[in-house]
Structures are given as structure tokens and as C-alpha cells.
């Protein structure tokens, strides 16, 4: 059961990752870190709601699993902060042009 959770952890933090890929750069080079390869991030975006959903399946996922073998009572806390994770991301991703334009207001 404990493959699912790390698993789990893995996805929701490279969805947080792909959710941070727009919002990040604005970010850096607030921070004076500018430069061409702030474009990588592009390619990355792509990628993000896809990235966000198999995130979400499978900590779903693993919310059945500990249900269904009787573990949720030892895991809950480790599937609370996951879910946690996860719900953070889509909720930077839905909001990424109200954050970029206020770091943009801040320049």
C-alpha cells in the first residue's frame, strides 16, 4: 500500500510543478533570474492538465485502495496532505492569469 502513497506523492508534487510552470518564471525574474531559458516552461505547459489529472486519479486511487484493504486510518494523514497537493495545483492552474497578472503589476 505504501507504493501507492509515495506514487501518489510523486504525481501530486510534479502536478504542482507543471501547475507552478507559467506563474514560476514571472516569479524568477521578479527575483532578477531572467534569461532564454525561461522557455523551457512552454513546453511544459502542454502538458499540465495531463499531468493534473493523472495526479488526481491516482490519489483517488489510493484513497480506494487503503479504504478497501483497511488502512485509511493509518495512511489518512499521508492521503489528507497529498489530496492537499493536488487540490493546491488545480487551483494555481485556474487562477494562473489572475497570479500572473498581479506579479506583473508588482514589476
Known amino acids: ?9 510523486l504525481c ?3 502536478a504542482m510543478g507543471v501547475a ?3 506563474v514560476l518564471p514571472m ?17 511544459i505547459a502542454a502538458a499540465s492538465y495531463y499531468v493534473l489529472g493523472i495526479s488526481t486519479a491516482l490519489v483517488a486511487v489510493s484513497w480506494f485502495v487503503s479504504h478497501r484493504n483497511g488502512t ?3 495512511l489518512k494523514w499521508w492521503l489528507t496532505g497529498n489530496s492537499a497537493i493536488t487540490v493546491l495545483a488545480w487551483a494555481i492552474v485556474f487562477n494562473e ?3 500572473n497578472d498581479y506579479l506583473i503589476m508588482q514589476m
Do not use: D, E, H, R
Open 20 to 22: 507552478t510552470c507559467c
Open 27 to 43: 516569479v524568477m525574474m521578479l527575483l532578477g533570474l531572467g534569461g532564454s531559458w525561461l522557455a523551457v516552461f512552454g513546453k
Open 1 to 9: 500500500m505504501k507504493i501507492y502513497v509515495t506514487l501518489s506523492y
Open 97 to 99: 492569469v489572475q497570479i
Open 72 to 74: 485509511l486510518v493509518n
Open 12 to 14: 501530486s508534487v510534479s
